[in-house]
Nanobody, 121 residues
Framework: QVQLVESGGGLVQAGGSLRLSCAAS????????MGWYRQAPGKQRELVAD???????NYADSVKGRFTIDRDNAKNTVYLQMNSLKPEDTAVYYC???????????????WGQGTQVTVSS
């Protein structure tokens, strides 16, 4: 019923920037929260940043001051602007959204397929 499609990943040199996008589509009533997670090889998936429908944001300490999350509620899209990228930012980045579908009152977590971000030294 709901799908999330990420875009914007790629290869970039250390110090460079990338902008990730994630668009949600389907039978959506509302999306109380959207966010980005990442998973590096051999490591657990971790929260990078999230944002509520009201605009409240939260960032991992490792990206604070470098990454910015925002969303366009009208387009059901969330963005992650990544600046001053470091090799340790290399990971698969996953979009996540807590979505309330039109036919059910409670929200459920949906995940995108992920987009690879590789930062070279």
């Amino acid at each position: 019923q709901v799908q999330l499609v990420e875009s914007g990943g790629g290869l970039v040199q250390a110090g460079g920037s990338l902008r990730l996008s994630c668009a949600a589509s389907g039978s959506i009533f509302s999306i109380p929260a959207m966010g980005w997670y990442r998973q590096a090889p051999g490591k657990q998936r971790e929260l990078v940043a999230d944002i509520t429908s009201g605009g409240s944001t939260n960032y991992a300490d490792s990206v604070k001051g470098r990454f910015t999350i925002d969303r366009d509620n009208a387009k059901n899209t969330v963005y992650l602007q990544m600046n001053s990228l470091k090799p340790e930012d290399t990971a698969v980045y996953y979009c996540a959204a807590d979505v309330r579908v039109t036919w059910f009152i409670k929200s459920s977590r949906y995940w995108g397929q992920g987009t690879q971000v590789t930062v070279s030294s």
